[in-house]
């Protein structure tokens, strides 16, 4: 996908109609066209100013409409999931979102998007259980309450306590990749893995802890809040998809899901 500054400003003009669904444009809603924009090399943060300059004050909304419109395929997916994700970044997707965003998918002839953790992308609290064998499987807790997380997490990784590692500089670096707002990545462990005789390096706890320190034992990706520091599960598959693939490119690709 190649695009000219007029183009992805017109994506730029359409994704502002969607973030002033509430009233106004806040910084986090701005994220998701800039991870967007930064999957094409070489950007600076000057070029993407530029590029949202242009979008707001050169492409008129005829303009962007004619050269959305005029996408192939593959690209007007691209743009529709990203409309849907700035519809959805605050953590609420309001009538107002939706009606907003649905006359954008239909003004620019694009296809319906995955509105993640809506409808059919909306899962149960999920956490992402890798072994100390690169083996990945999935479990679910019955809520976010830290009761349900260990009831569901403790026996997936074979601990009987757990501890939350967060905060390395690899998780951080996820987390930023991610776009992730208001919550960042974290891992689950078993609290006294290193005491038992049978314990194994897991290698993508050790890489992603980033210090030279051995994780040992079965470790369960998931989130943890910004504010007051809650465990929870991933509630929507796309997003699910989305930190497995990141974490297997961070760890290159040694992760293998079960079958």
């Known amino acids: 996908m190649s695009l000219t500054y007029e183009e992805l400003g017109a994506i730029f003009r359409v ?15 701005v994220v998701p066209f800039r991870k967007f924009i930064y999957r094409f090399e070489g950007f600076t943060r000057e070029e993407v100013n530029e590029v949202m300059r242009i979008g707001q004050q050169e492409v008129s909304d005829q303009r962007a409409l004619q050269l959305i419109t005029a996408f192939d395929d593959e690209t007007k997916v691209e743009v529709a999931n990203l409309l849907a994700e700035v519809a959805v970044i605050n953590g609420e997707y309001s009538a107002k979102e939706e009606e907003l965003l649905n006359a954008m998918v239909e003004a620019c002839g694009l296809p319906q ?10 899962i149960p609290p999920l956490f992402i259980v890798v072994k100390t064998n690169g083996k990945v499987n999935l479990c679910v ?18 601990a009987e306590r757990l501890e939350v590692v967060r905060f390395t500089t690899r998780l951080k670096q996820l987390t930023y990749d991610l776009g992730l707002v208001r919550s960042h990545l974290v891992f689950l ?18 890489v992603l802890y980033g210090t030279g320190y051995e994780i040992m034992g079965n470790i369960a990706f998931c989130l943890e809040t910004d504010e007051g520091y809650n465990v929870v599960g991933i509630e929507s598959m796309k997003k699910a998809m989305e930190i497995f693939d990141a974490i297997n490119d961070a760890v290159s690709g040694m992760l293998t899901l079960e079958e």
Do not use: F, H
């Open 141 to 158: 807790a019955d809520s976010n309450e830290w009761s349900d997380v260990e009831a569901a997490v403790a026996p997936a990784i074979g």
């Open 113 to 122: 998007p995955v509105i993640e953790g809506q409808g059919e992308d909306q």
């Open 15 to 29: 994704c502002v109609y969607v973030m002033n669904a509430d009233g106004g444009i806040t910084p986090e809603e």
């Open 189 to 206: 462990m078993d609290r006294n893995a290193a005491l038992k005789e049978d314990a194994r390096d897991n290698m993508t706890g050790t």
